[in-house]
């Protein structure tokens, strides 16, 4: 039941889950999500003291924050954002998925 967000998505694509598969891909998901909001955590809990540290080598906010984004632990904040937004997506697409099916399973009988 390991699934990658890619596989998650290409699931997704087809539109064709059952009500069940799309919870178990929503509970995936949220453990992903979990996961993914450790990471950024982590990261988010060790900027203030490196950016303060870049934030005396420039004259604005706006070019340390440039140079923030350009170190290691910068470009991980960026990618654990964008992985959250795409879980997000997923897990309301999910949802919407799991609610048409539902209401067309009650529409049949």
């Known amino acids: 039941m390991n699934l990658s967000l ?3 998505e290409e699931e997704m694509a087809f539109g064709n889950s059952t009500p069940g598969r ?29 950016w303060n540290g870049l934030r005396a080598d420039h004259k604005s906010d706006t070019a340390t924050e440039r140079t ?8 991980a904040e960026r990618h654990w954002r964008f992985e959250l937004k795409k ?7 999910a ?11 009650y529409n049949l009988t």
């Open 87 to 93: 879980i997000e997506k997923m897990l309301s697409a």
């Open 95 to 105: 949802k919407t998925l799991i609610d048409v099916k539902t209401t067309e399973a």
């Open 22 to 50: 799309l919870a178990e891909i929503r509970v995936i998901l949220s453990g992903k999500y979990a996961y993914a909001s450790n990471q950024l955590e982590e990261v988010l809990n060790k900027k203030p003291a490196i």
């Open 6 to 8: 890619k596989n998650i």
């Open 68 to 75: 923030w984004e350009a170190t290691e632990l910068g470009t």
